[in-house]
């Protein structure tokens, strides 16, 4: 009989504590659903295939390249300086921001596949594309 009771009293507790808390919480936001554009080229070399800065195409050196890896580790070699940080997607917006050094700069998709990865923000399109 006891332990019906101390069942009950369990019960009653755990359903009384719910009822109060019906806030539905979303999930912290990760870097390896399914709406993540870069699920294709985790942790590979991505060169840069394209990349135009107020229509003047940009030049860049042959070893510049990106990585994105599914734990938000992200690094980069711009211009021949490398530098590794931090990168988010945020899936409302449909906008990747790295972050690497004191520099911050946040992308829009415009489309991504397993071929290619193109990003735009005001004035700069860029498309990047796996390599080995």
Known sequence: MKKVIFLVCILFTGTALFSQNNEVVPAPQTNTTDADPLSFH???????AK??????????????????????????????????????????????????????????????????????RTGETLTLTPKG
Request: glycine share 10%; charged share 25%.
């Open 51 to 120: 990349h135009l800065k107020n229509d003047v195409k940009q030049l860049h050196k042959g070893g510049d390249r990106i990585y994105f890896f599914n734990d938000g580790k992200y690094t980069e070699i711009w211009n021949g300086v490398e530098c590794s940080g931090t990168w988010s997607y945020n899936p409302a917006k449909k906008k990747i921001t790295t972050v690497c050094g004191s520099t911050t700069r946040e992308w829009e998709v415009k489309s991504s596949d397993a071929t290619k990865l193109d990003l735009f």
């Open 42 to 48: 985790y942790g590979k070399m991505m060169a840069f």
